[in-house]
T-cell receptor, first 112, second 115 residues
Framework: GEDVEQSLFLSVREGDSSVINCTYT??????LYWYKQEPGAGLQLLTY?????DMKQDQRLTVLLNKKDKHLSLRIADTQTGDSAIYFC????????????FGSGTRLQVQP | GAVVSQHPSWVICKSGTSVKIECRSL??????MFWYRQFPKQSLMLMAT?????????EQGVEKDKFLINHASLTLSTLTVTSAHPEDSSFYIC???????????FGSGTRLTVV
């Protein structure tokens, strides 16, 4: 089945850029998402990218998609302490049960 | 924007009792709702998919008689954990999808503790 993988942990200093990486296995993914989860909370949609796009920018967030390598990244510019959370990438395929498949999550720690 | 309300936020129950979790889409019609389970420091595992007015589709390994899902209207789905045991303790999150394919909206989650 579909597999989505992420590195588990990333630590950066406040003001630096953070880059969180994700790889997926199914080339028929239609949309790819980034979600943020703070402790004890649900998931907040940060951004998404359609599979025929290479890049999407939304304020401090930049998503890059390399469809050939099945690699997705999320760059957070000027990282703040409030960005500390777990970030999940997820992909969606327009077939089957049409549910999202999540990566394991990357814990981002921002140090002052 | 799309909002999904999930209640309760946390619940503690005794072994053997049943617990019902509600998931409501507040400002859109959710044609499909999803229920996930999340163990500490782990990812979300899909339990089941429910479409309004039809039976839920459960993922492999999820007991449908234990985790009862009802999606009676386009704005409400419920998950009932029946005869709960301590191993059912977990964080349960619902997600709703409207007409468009993007922007799955998640509830705030329910932390279930069975003692």
């Amino acid at each position: 089945g579909e597999d989505v993988e992420q590195s588990l942990f990333l630590s950066v200093r406040e003001g630096d850029s953070s880059v969180i990486n994700c790889t997926y296995t199914d080339s028929s993914s239609t949309y790819l998402y980034w979600y943020k989860q703070e402790p004890g909370a649900g998931l907040q949609l940060l951004t998404y990218i359609f599979s025929n796009m290479d890049m999407k920018q939304d304020q401090r967030l930049t998503v890059l998609l390399n469809k050939k390598d099945k690699h997705l990244s999320l760059r957070i510019a000027d990282t703040q302490t409030g960005d500390s959370a777990i970030y999940f990438c997820a992909d969606y395929m327009d077939t089957g049960r049409r549910a999202l498949t999540f990566g394991s999550g990357t814990r981002l720690q921002v140090q002052p | 924007g799309a909002v999904v309300s999930q209640h309760p936020s946390w619940v503690i129950c005794k072994s053997g009792t049943s617990v019902k979790i509600e998931c409501r889409s507040l400002d859109f019609q959710a044609t499909t709702m999803f229920w996930y389970r999340q163990f500490p420091k782990q990812s979300l595992m899909l339990m089941a998919t429910s479409n309004e007015g039809s039976k839920a589709t459960y993922e492999q390994g999820v007991e449908k008689d234990k985790f009862l899902i009802n999606h009676a209207s386009l704005t409400l789905s419920t998950l009932t954990v029946t005869s709960a045991h301590p191993e059912d303790s977990s964080f349960y999150i619902c997600s709703a999808r409207g007409q468009q394919n993007y922007g799955y909206t998640f509830g705030s989650g329910t932390r279930l503790t069975v003692v």
